[in-house]
T-cell receptor, first 115, second 113 residues
Framework: EAQVTQNPRYLITVTGKKLTVTCSQN?????MSWYRQDPGLGLRQIYY???????DKGDVPEGYKVSRKEKRNFPLILESPSPNQTSLYFC??????????????FGEGSRLTVL | SQQGEEDPQALSIQEGENATMNCSYK?????LQWYRQNSGRGLVHLIL?????REKHSGRLRVTLDTSKKSSSLLITASRAADTASYFC?????????????FGKGTHLIIQP
């Protein structure tokens, strides 16, 4: 089954404790992206990746890091989480980006609370 | 950056009625997509309409696109309780679009049984 898998789905952590949210897709997609969703603000892009070893900042990259060492995986790293990073996070992938972005496939989301 | 803006922000109708949501955007686009999100879940792609298309259908969904007005509408006919969800439009801008889609803030649709 084609899917995007995120882990963990729920996490409560404390300020400053490094954490990683994993994302994996099994569709051989080139394009992957991380979004955060907050009430009243909609979905905002954090980072995206056009292909292996190619990553770039989205609209709200501060406080986050990503890596794309393999095509299927795109982990989101919070080196020193702060309470303002409490949010619902989504990973998404697409066959390609560029001139025409096609359908995005989303993971089920990771709800993060930073105390 | 936000481009699409859905209207209304919230909509409550009776089961069986039609639901119409609108999306306005600011710059030219390659395509516009609609997604559905059930509460707290991942977004699910509904339909994609290209800039050279004016109308598209998929089951009970009908999407229109007016590039001169920079707007799109999503019509759900014969609504069901299971259609209760948030609906987002997303635009793909030309000129590379390396950052992919830009999402609006969504319309929250409630179908009353």
């Amino acid at each position: 089954e084609a899917q995007v898998t995120q882990n963990p789905r729920y996490l409560i952590t404390v300020t400053g404790k490094k954490l990683t949210v994993t994302c994996s897709q099994n569709m051989n997609h080139e394009y992957m992206s991380w979004y955060r969703q907050d009430p009243g603000l909609g979905l905002r892009q954090i980072y995206y990746s056009m292909n292996v070893e190619v990553t770039d900042k989205g609209d709200v990259p501060e406080g986050y890091k990503v890596s794309r060492k393999e095509k299927r995986n795109f982990p989101l790293i919070l080196e020193s989480p702060s309470p303002n990073q409490t949010s619902l996070y989504f990973c998404a992938s697409s066959l390609s980006s560029g001139e025409n972005t096609g359908e995005l496939f989303f993971g089920e989301g990771s709800r993060l609370t930073v105390l | 950056s936000q481009q699409g803006e859905e209207d209304p922000q919230a909509l409550s109708i009776q089961e069986g009625e039609n639901a119409t949501m609108n999306c306005s955007y600011k710059t030219s686009i390659n395509n516009l997509q609609w997604y559905r999100q059930n509460s707290g879940r991942g977004l699910v792609h509904l339909i994609l309409i290209r800039s050279n298309e004016r109308e598209k259908h998929s089951g009970r969904l009908r999407v229109t696109l007016d590039t001169s007005k920079k707007s799109s509408s999503l019509l759900i006919t014969a609504s069901r309780a299971a259609d209760t969800a948030s609906y987002f439009c997303a635009t793909d801008a030309p000129g590379g679009g390396a950052d992919g889609l830009t999402f609006g803030k969504g319309t929250h649709l409630i179908i009353q049984p």
